[in-house]
């Protein structure tokens, strides 16, 4: 059977396993002749007993009965609590009239939540309703999954295409600022180019003309630097 290793520990602290007829700690080191001896106590399960707890019943019937359980209120026996709990109301209202499919610990419950969760909660009178309300609440959850994963991928596809609009105009952008950067440099290139004509024409005593065009490309430089900061 499978042990879990905090079953395994509360085994050993117990002295329910040995090794050569000693009591050992969890950090002994097995020897190739080593003899170890378990002992796993026979599960003994608590006797449930009927408890004549008020119920809000929504609705009952020869095979269910609809519980509005409250706040506080845990659904079936468990570790440190093994009585005042939904079960324990239903035994004492329903007698022996409960489904047997989920065992004696849990008796008519098909679902369950929370202690501190208030809500209504469905309990079969017997095997065939439980069967049948079983097969009704899975067919719900598969589509409730089926559900969640169309609204997951739908989810995620708005969210590529967001990105893909997002990825779309950053590039646009990076575009319009390189044709803008390209337009700029030109500018620059034609005002050195009349500047340096206009130097020469200084030196040829006639710069009238040059100096037209170097103001001109100028003007153009500067129109294109203040468009790019825009």
Known sequence: ADVSRSRIQKLLDEGMITVNNNKVKSNYKVAADDIINVHIPELVVPEIVP?????????EDDDIIVINKPKGMVVHPAAGHYSGTLVNA??????DNLSGINGVLRPGIVHRIDMNTT???I????DMAHNSIAAQLKEHADEKAAQYREEAAAKIEAAKNVKA?????????????NSRMTE???KRQDMMKHMNFYRRSILRGNPSASSMKF?????ELR?????RNK
């Open 165 to 177: 609009a997002m990825t779309a105009s950053r590039n646009e952008r990076i575009a319009a600022m």
């Open 90 to 95: 239903l035994m004492y209202h329903c007698r």
């Open 119 to 121: 809500g209504v909660i």
């Open 215 to 219: 103001a001109a490309a100028l003007k």
């Open 123 to 126: 309990a079969c009178k017997n």
């Open 184 to 186: 700029l440099t030109k």
């Open 51 to 59: 408890e004549d707890i008020s119920l809000d019943i929504v609705y």
């Open 223 to 227: 129109e294109a630097t203040e468009k």
